[in-house]
């Protein structure tokens, strides 16, 4: 991608593999966005109506209660502790966030933004709009000298990979070898499914045994959607290093980036509530269990996907083709070039379908494997 050059919507690539897929008897499965499908909570529901007063500008650093309720879930959630108000900043869903960082943080031509190699698009395309360039690689030492903004993501999307303290230390002390700052997306740290992380609590950048006390030129960006299904709420934040998050303050008040006051009441009482997020967790846990052995019934193989919304899945073969063979069961995924030129032979499939939907794509990739 040339500086400053923006691709193609990649999606529209997907319009007659989706028309292929409603052509199914039995109707559509979309398993190719993660989008939540079930319901917001109650609780949730009933604080935004009781915040629907809302005849006063909002206040772009969020409410104290607000700040301070994200500070309190770092360190209940994350192990992060010791954050202050000032460290942390709600923003209008995560994904603004990520396509403007580069920019906000003042980034240009000659500048380089490191990415997984798998990886959201959207990293890709933040560099692009502040000019700079994207450069995809999982290992530090990959990163060029000219790396100014380094992006995480555990768990990954599109692969449920997780990063380990160990792992994300050697990051942060590449980025700071290089003068370059850090953003952890862990948009899907309350979805761990294998050992050690069914159990154990997914690590953040900020997380003391990465950085110690240090937070310096390191963020964190987490969003509601998939915890709370919060997506269409457009909900998230980020925290860490105050500096940083002074400055993305300052540029948010000058373009006018608020969070709509009712959200905000609403953030409050969804980041202070853990009862709803493992009802959502079970479901996600239970929609894998049923999904995951049909695809390797059906011959797939299921790579990384220890964690996160996602299986990543391959057949060896081209990932279009695969798109296509999914699309003649009813079935939608993403194909992995929309993650990354070395993908060309993975798909992404979701589980943000219904249970019955879930059903009916199990029995369906279960029929393809007993004809195999």
Sequence with gaps: MALGELPDYPWDLMAPYAARARAHPDGLVDLSIGSPVDATPDLIREALAVATDAHAYPQTIGTPALREAIVEWFGRRRGVPGLTVDAVLPTIGSKELVAFLPFMLGLGEGDAVAHPRAAYPTYAIGAALAGAQAVAGDDPAEWPENTKLVWLNSPGNPNGRVLGVEELRAAVERARELGAYVASDECYAELGWEAPWD????????????????????????????????????????????????????????????????????????????????????????????????????????????????????????????????????????PGVFYGDDYPRHVRLSLTATDERIAAAASRLHTLGESL
């Design 199 to 334: 159990a154990e609590r997914i690590p953040s950048v900020l997380d003391p045994r990465v950085v110690g006390d240090d937070h310096h030129n390191v963020i964190a960006v987490y969003s509601l959607s998939k915890q709370s299904n919060l997506a269409g709420y457009r909900a998230a934040f980020v925290a860490g290093d105050r500096a940083m998050i002074a400055r993305l303050t300052n540029v948010r008040k000058h373009a006018g980036l608020m969070l709509p006051a009712p959200l905000q009441a609403a953030m409050v009482v969804a980041v202070g509530d853990e009862a709803h997020v493992d009802v959502q967790r079970e479901r996600y846990r239970a929609r894998r269990a049923e999904l995951k052995p049909a695809l390797e019934a059906a011959g797939f193989r299921i790579d990384d996907s220890e964690a996160g919304l996602y299986l990543w899945a391959t057949e060896g073969r081209d990932a279009w083709e695969s798109i296509g063979r999914l699309a003649d069961l009813g079935i939608l995924g993403g």
